[in-house]
């Protein structure tokens, strides 16, 4: 995992940025429509999944199952969200904000998971690894809470799923910034 995040610092830290804007964005939107809410969502992970797939078609990084893997689930979380919950939000917005954050909370919990799993690969690496943990525990638990907290809807639920974006994304670019200053050290 150290040799994709060394070689791919890049694509984490667009994700990163990415994941701090879309938080920001939430935060000062809060007048935010269900059906912007949705659409900012869905193209939020659509975009963040999708950058999975530079590195699943990269050169030279070995075994890249699980990102693949990774990128394809949420993928498929960020199409349910747009083309469901996009048309859904009107015909039945009601069942709409109530979808939302349990398809968030699901790839939510789908990236904390599999960002444990890749954080036990770093075990050697404990500056970059703690970072990684911290934020995929986070993930985990963020969408536990959201699905949860599913009837509360996705509206009331805005300002928890910007803090969590904006805080995922800075520990993103934390641990970014241990793997390039651990790969500069001989």
Same mark, same amino acid.
């Given at each position: ?7 791919? #610092?890049? /694509?984490?830290? /667009? ?26 969502? *869905? ?17 030279? =990084? ?24 996009? =048309? ?11 979808? =939302? ?13 599999? *960002? ?8 050697? $690496?404990?500056?970059?690894? #703690? &970072?990684?943990?911290? &934020? ?7 969408? /536990?809470?959201?699905?949860? $907290? ?15 974006? /904006? ?20």
């Amino acid at each position: 995992m150290l040799q994709l995040l060394t070689r791919y #610092w890049w /694509v984490f830290g /667009v994700r990163s940025a990415l994941a701090i804007i879309y938080g920001l964005f939430l935060f000062v939107s809060r007048d935010l429509s269900l059906y912007g809410f949705v659409m900012a969502s *869905g193209f939020f992970i659509l975009i963040e999944s999708l950058l999975l797939l530079i590195i699943t078609f990269g050169r030279d =990084v070995g075994n890249t199952r699980m990102i693949s893997i990774e990128s394809i689930l949420g993928s498929v979380i960020a199409a349910v969200i747009i083309l469901g919950a996009g =048309v859904g939000s009107m015909i039945m917005p009601g069942v709409t904000s109530v979808m =939302v954050p349990v398809n968030i909370g699901a790839w939510a919990i789908m990236i904390g998971a599999l *960002g444990l799993f890749h954080a036990a690969s770093l075990r050697s $690496q404990k500056q970059v690894a #703690w &970072s990684f943990r911290l &934020s995929s525990l986070l993930a985990l638990l963020c969408g /536990v809470w959201l699905i949860i $907290q599913r009837d509360a809807g996705a509206l009331s639920l805005q300002l928890l799923i910007a803090a969590f974006a /904006v805080l995922y994304g800075v520990l993103q670019v934390f641990m970014i910034f241990k793997v390039r200053s651990s790969a500069s050290q001989p």
